[in-house]
């Protein structure tokens, strides 16, 4: 396809799958729940961290980790005795396990009383160069403050090249604002121009037959690659597109 082709055929999914709806089938409705901001950074987080896999067991897994927070992820974050944390010992979501989610718990408590909370330490990341790469390295440096080696899996870390599919996804929930009210527009320090996709199987292997993706390795440099391709639809609001190629990949099987 040549540029403008592809252009109306990427707008044409946006609008198709960008809906209230898709809400509904999506790890997003678990921050959706919330209405506080601090209730819908921290849900969204740690659904976020755990959406890898069958979507139906990642949203159910996120909706009993809420239940296991009093469905207040805020309040229990800071408050939390260490009998409550206890509570979240049998908790698992494939290899994320109970040791993995006290820990989260714990980093989560630290980064709100310490460092003013989720949304400036990504934010104070990203004032350094401009980049997400570099806010997305600053937040693995200090959310990993606290010794917690077995748990540093579940975090990516871009400095070693990830791809960071879950904390982008994260990004674009809290940074994007649009029509349809499926993003949250929170967080105002980030711009949705900056922000890089989430780069999964699923948008890998359409932007690939889409020609937007050359990069056989789904790392960073892939990231920046196919991210770059889409900037040049839309240089204000790339990651829109994430939608139309997940949509491609997940529904309509491209």
Known sequence: MDF??????????????????????DPIQVPHRFSKKEDIEIAGFLAAT????????IIKNALHLMQLLDEEPHSFVLNASSGELKRLKKFVHRTFNGDDCIYFIQSLRNIYANHGGLQKVFEDGFLGDQTVWASLAHFHRVFFELKGERTQKHVSNVTKGASAKRLNMFLRWMVREDKAKVDFALWKGIPASALMLPLDVHTGNV????????????????????????????PDDPIKYDFALFGLGVFEKF
């Open 50 to 57: 755990i959406a890898w896999g069958n979507r139906a067991a």
């Open 207 to 234: 932007g690939r037959k889409l020609g937007l993706l050359e990069r056989k390795s789904s790392d960073w440099k892939a990231v920046e690659e196919i991210t770059a391709n889409l900037r040049r639809f839309d």
């Open 4 to 25: 403008d082709t592809l252009k109306a055929f990427l707008d044409e999914k946006v609008e198709k799958f960008y809906r209230p709806e898709f809400i509904e089938s």
